[in-house]
């Protein structure tokens, strides 16, 4: 029987899984205690065979072997390998539990598209859910041990009611040597035909609705009888269990107290490390306890249908589905309460009622979204709507647009291109020969910015009075007067620049400047 907590830990609390550490059923202790007991018995044996009834010399060998074992539990990843096992395990288990076929949708389909109040009708709709359930016991008797020890025979089956003598002999008679399990969803669809062809099924969609449910409702009897079948694979499952026993089978050996033996080992060790002779491993025994445990949990829930205290309760849900299923497609057929106003009919805003115990829920209020209580800028420009072109200039916050404007304009000074631009920006000069500009291109729109003009201006002021003082200063007539000055250079190949287009699609025009 499944062992159900959880109303146990419904809140949050102090200690509040404390409470479950002293339960027995479904418990690790009751999983483990057998082992827990026979390591503990192999490590005091040990113990006590080196303490009192090994030499010196054996002692001192011992005391090696020991350290080795120490040293060598280090190199097992138990951690990873057993917890990625776990994981796959509980990953699987719950994937079998989700394939275990339910009736729910089945029967309504068929209590609402299988017509007649009269016992032909009643006899209709009760077969097709029988077998429909006889299909899931089926499968459920080849895979669970509770099953089979309850229906170990098909006369169990034809007692419980779940398959008639007719039905047996039919059975029997189609020889096949693979499980049949799905000889009742045949049955079905076959009885579906003849129900549409009598006229018990009105229409061609209600039939297909019938034979979507009854596949969806068969593939789960599938894939429970796959998972059985196809087990992890045996190799991972040995890797786990060698790894966890070959751990704790070097944990007995090396993570023993050892007894000085040697006159100089007594003067390496404090008198603290002296008095240290534990005859109980409690560290040791928690992982033996936490790894150990580890794996017996994958061990309990490899298999969910067998008999362990966790394992699913098969045999309540052949009962609970044979149950629900046959009183929703016969008692409930077209027995419907009458219908009538309901009690918010004249109300807006339906609001039901509080207990006192659960009214401070209602001072809360609704949760409207995560950006609902978000304040906007009170600037009114920030919150005005424009309308969307694509020849719109891209906007940008002056912050950025001065930024760009200093850093990605190629106009911005004159003096860095005097102090060996046409090295630095040779595509300038070759966009200019070639007479090949951005601006020529259909998809650019141009822009002139007087900022960056009027400071190409200046900075041509700047170049002019710096030239004329050196030209003035003394021994300047010392200078070779066929060598020009890089700025006269750039402005004899290209008299003036102009800035067109935004900042990131900048074009070079050689009108001349007025």
């Known amino acids: 029987m499944t062992v159900s907590y959880t109303l146990k830990v419904a809140n949050a609390r102090f200690g509040g899984f404390s409470k479950l550490l002293f339960r027995w059923k479904g418990s690790i202790y009751k999983l483990l205690y057998k ?9 005091g044996t040990l113990s006590v ?3 009192h009834l090994l030499n010196v010399d054996q002692k001192r060998l011992f005391a090696k072997v020991a350290e080795y074992c120490n040293r060598s539990t280090d190199l097992i990843p138990l951690s990873f390998v057993l917890g990625f096992y776990v994981t796959l395990i509980v990953n699987r288990w719950w994937a079998q539990y989700t394939s275990i076929p339910l009736p729910d949708q089945l029967m309504c389909v068929i209590s609402s598209n299988v017509h007649g109040k009269d016992d032909k009708g009643r006899i209709l709709r009760r077969t097709l859910i029988r077998y429909a359930n006889l299909s899931s016991v089926l499968i459920l008797r080849s895979v669970s041990a509770r099953v089979l020890k309850r229906f170990p025979t098909m006369d ?13 002999k039919k059975y029997e008679s189609h020889h096949s040597d693979f499980n049949k399990y799905w000889i009742p969803c045949v049955w079905f669809t076959n009885l579906a035909a003849q129900a549409r062809r009598e006229g018990r099924v009105r229409d061609d969609v209600a039939l297909r609705l019938l034979i979507d449910e009854l596949n969806l409702y068969r593939s789960k009897c599938s894939m429970l009888f796959h998972y059985d079948w196809i087990s992890i694979p045996l190799v991972y499952t040995q890797v786990v269990t060698i790894a966890v026993y070959s751990f704790f089978a070097l944990c007995v ?9 040697d006159p100089g080992q007594n003067k390496t060790m404090t008198k603290k490390d002296e008095d240290l002779d534990l005859y109980v491993p409690l560290p040791t025994l928690l992982q033996f306890f936490f790894y150990a445990g580890w794996l017996k949990v994958a061990e309990q829930i490899i298999n969910p249908f067998g008999e362990d205290d966790d394992d699913f309760e098969t045999n309540k849900l052949i009962d609970r589905n044979l149950q629900v299923s046959l009183l929703s497609v016969d008692d409930m057929y077209q027995n419907l309460p009458l219908t009538g106003k309901d009690k918010y009919w004249n109300e807006s805003t ?5 207990t006192m115990a659960t009214v401070a829920e209602t001072l809360k209020p609704s949760f409207m979204g995560s950006t609902f209580d978000m304040r906007m800028s009170d600037d009114p420009e920030q919150s005005q709507q424009v309308e969307a072109s694509p020849s719109m200039s891209r906007i940008q916050t002056p912050l950025l647009n001065r930024f760009l404007t200093a850093a990605a304009s190629p106009a911005v000074s004159l003096k860095n291109f005097g102090k060996g631009s046409r090295v630095q920006h040779p595509q300038l000069l070759r966009l200019r020969t070639e007479g090949t500009f951005p601006s020529s291109s259909p998809s650019f729109y141009r822009r002139e910015d007087p900022e960056a003009v009027g400071r190409i201006d200046e900075e041509d002021m700047e170049d002019e009075e710096t030239r004329l003082s050196e030209t003035s200063s003394p021994g300047s007539h010392l200078k070779d ?25 900048i074009s070079i025009s050689d009108q001349p400047s007025s």
């Open 350 to 354: 339906a609001q039901p009622p509080y």
């Open 253 to 261: 050996i090396g993570r023993q107290f050892l007894q000085p033996v």
């Open 481 to 505: 007067p066929h060598k020009n000055t890089n700025a006269e250079i750039w402005r004899k190949e290209l008299p003036s620049i102009t800035v067109v287009g935004p900042p990131d699609e």
């Open 156 to 168: 169990h089956l034809v007692e419980a009611g779940f398959m008639t003598q007719d039905e047996r």
């Open 35 to 43: 082992e827990f007991i026979v390591f503990i018995l192999l490590y």
């Open 49 to 51: 065979i080196y303490r």
